[in-house]
Nanobody, 126 residues
Framework: VQLQACGGGLVEAGGSLRLSCAAS????????MGWFRQAPGKEREFVAA????????FYAESVKGRFTISRDNAKNTVYLQMNSLKPEDTAVYYC????????????????????WGQGTQVTVSS
């Protein structure tokens, strides 16, 4: 499956953005999906994930209550709604797909994901 992330941009602190991750060559419904981010000079970190069934979501503590992950299987797309953005949210955001068998569990570990999108830059100004 190929993943194409988009929706990044420059926004002021307190603003919102919605990232999209469109899948091709495979059905996103057959994967657990995750979002990760990487800031300059830092390691890639987990942001959010959603199970194959869509029934379970998991968030990093730093974004809990501000970010929401969702999936639209009919559009073969996963979204990350980001509200109340902070300068520390500035990073390149990546979507990823995990071919796990379970329909209700997710992983927060990057190496457990099998496919990655190219990343989209999010910059939050103070």
């Amino acid at each position: 499956v190929q993943l194409q992330a988009c929706g990044g941009g420059l926004v002021e602190a307190g603003g919102s953005l919605r990232l999209s991750c469109a899948a091709s060559g495979g059905a996103v419904s057959t994967y657990a999906m995750g979002w990760f981010r990487q800031a300059p000079g830092k390691e890639r970190e987990f942001v959010a994930a959603i199970s194959r069934s869509g029934s379970r979501e998991f968030y990093a503590e730093s974004v809990k209550g501000r970010f929401t992950i969702s999936r639209d299987n009919a559009k073969n797309t996963v979204y990350l709604q980001m509200n109340s953005l902070k300068p520390e949210d500035t990073a390149v955001y990546y979507c990823a797909a995990d071919r796990r068998f379970s329909t209700v569990t997710v992983s927060t570990t990057a190496h457990e994901y099998d496919y990655w999108g190219q990343g989209t830059q999010v910059t939050v100004s103070s």
